[in-house]
C-alpha cells in the first residue's frame, strides 16, 4: 500500500495516475480538497481511500493506519505559493507537518518520499547541485523555499536524510494545474492569454545579462516528473535529487511552443515587472540531474516543444485531465 499526501493537487494526482498505470491501486490519498475544482483531478483515478489533511495526524496518532502495510509515503502535500506571506502558516503546513509524518513513515519502515523544492536554490548564486553536503550554503528567496529548506536541513541534522528521498522539482508544467490559480504554469497563461487575446505578455528585464523575454528556467513536463519520482520506489537511493531536464530555456521559446501547439503566429509584447516581485525574481534556473541518472535513471525526457505539444493538444484544448 502508498500513502500520498498532495494526491488531489497538481504533481500528486499524476504520481498517482503513473500509479495506475503500474497497475498500483492499493493507494490512500490525503489532501485538502477546499471549495474549489481540486476534486476533478481525482475523477480519473484509483485509489481505495481519502482523507483530509486536518484530520490526517490525529488518526495517525489515534493509530488507524497501524493496520495497514505501508510500503511508500509519498509526501507531496504542501503549501506551495511562492508569495504566501503568512511565515507561521508555512512553518506548520510544509516543516511541522513534514517533520511528523517522516518520523511515522521511519518508525513504520515505509520508503520516505517527499517533495523538495528547487526554490530552496534562492538566486543560484550557489549553483543548482543537489549534494547534500552544500544545502547548508544555500539561500532561498522566499518564504516557501525557506520552509522547504528547513526540512532538508531537519532530516540532515537527525541523521534520517540518507534514509529518505527529497526531489527538489524545477518548474514543473502539464495537465491537472487548472485548480493553481496564480501558481499556474506559464504555458497555461499563455493558453489562455492566446485564447482570449492572439498575444502573450511577457515580463521585461531588469538584469542587464538578460533580454526581454530571454530569462532562463528549467521547465520539465509533469509525465517526467512523475516517472522521476516513482524511479525512486525501484530504487533505494536517498539524499536530495533534483527533478528537472538538465536544459535552461527561455520564456520566448516556452510562448513560441505554446503558439506553434496551437496553430497560431506568435505575438509577443514585454511589461514592466512588478516591484513587488523585482527582488525576488530568478534569472537563470537549471537542475543538475547527474544525481539521479547515477542512481540508474536513463528514460528520455520530453523537450520543452514536445511537452508543450502534447500538453496544449491532448489537455488545454479540450479541458481533459488525466486519466479521464
Excluded at 490525503?30 to 483531478?41: A, C, E, I, S
Excluded at 493496520?67 to 511565515?87: F, I, M, N, R, W
Excluded at 513560441?256 to 514592466?272: C, E, L, N
Amino acid at each position: 500500500m502508498i500513502l500520498v499526501t498532495g494526491g488531489a493537487g497538481f504533481i500528486g494526482s499524476v504520481i498517482v495516475w503513473a500509479l495506475n498505470q503500474r497497475g498500483i491501486d492499493d493507494i490512500i490519498i490525503v489532501d485538502h480538497l477546499g471549495t474549489g475544482d481540486k476534486w476533478k483531478n481525482l475523477t480519473g483515478l484509483r485509489f481505495i481511500d481519502y482523507c483530509e489533511k486536518a484530520d490526517f495526524l490525529s488518526y495517525l496518532d489515534k493509530g488507524a493506519f497501524d493496520g495497514h502495510k505501508l510500503d511508500a509515503v509519498l509526501h507531496l502535500g504542501a503549501c506551495s505559493s511562492t508569495t504566501e506571506t503568512d511565515a507561521s502558516y508555512l512553518i506548520k503546513n510544509n516543516f511541522e507537518f513534514s517533520k511528523a509524518l517522516a518520523l511515522w513513515a521511519n518508525g513504520n519502515r515505509a520508503r520516505f518520499i517527499y517533495a523538495s523544492s528547487a526554490a530552496t536554490y534562492g538566486d543560484g548564486e550557489h549553483g543548482f547541485d543537489d549534494n547534500p553536503a552544500e544545502i547548508e550554503k544555500l539561500t532561498p528567496l522566499n518564504m516557501y523555499g525557506y520552509s522547504k529548506q528547513l526540512f532538508d536541513l531537519w532530516l540532515k541534522r537527525k541523521g534520517l536524510l540518507d534514509k529518505c528521498v527529497g526531489i527538489k522539482y524545477f518548474n514543473v508544467f502539464g495537465p491537472n494545474e487548472y485548480h493553481k490559480g496564480s501558481m499556474r504554469s506559464f504555458i497555461l497563461k499563455s493558453f489562455e492569454q492566446i485564447s482570449q487575446a492572439g498575444e502573450v505578455k511577457l515580463f521585461k528585464s531588469h538584469h542587464p545579462d538578460y533580454g526581454d523575454g530571454e530569462q532562463l528556467r528549467d521547465f520539465i513536463y509533469v509525465k517526467d516528473a512523475a516517472a522521476m519520482t516513482l524511479h525512486f520506489l525501484d530504487n533505494q537511493a536517498g539524499g536530495l535529487f533534483n527533478v528537472a531536464t538538465g536544459m535552461a530555456r527561455n520564456w520566448n521559446d516556452l510562448v513560441k511552443a505554446t503558439f506553434a501547439a496551437m496553430g497560431k503566429p506568435a505575438r509577443i509584447s514585454y511589461v514592466d515587472m512588478p516591484d513587488s516581485i523585482r527582488n525576488q525574481y530568478q534569472y537563470y534556473t537549471c537542475g543538475n540531474i547527474e544525481r539521479i541518472r547515477q542512481t540508474g535513471y536513463t528514460k528520455p525526457i520530453f523537450t520543452l516543444e514536445q511537452a508543450i505539444d502534447d500538453y496544449v493538444k491532448n489537455y488545454l484544448q479540450t479541458t481533459s485531465y488525466l486519466g479521464n
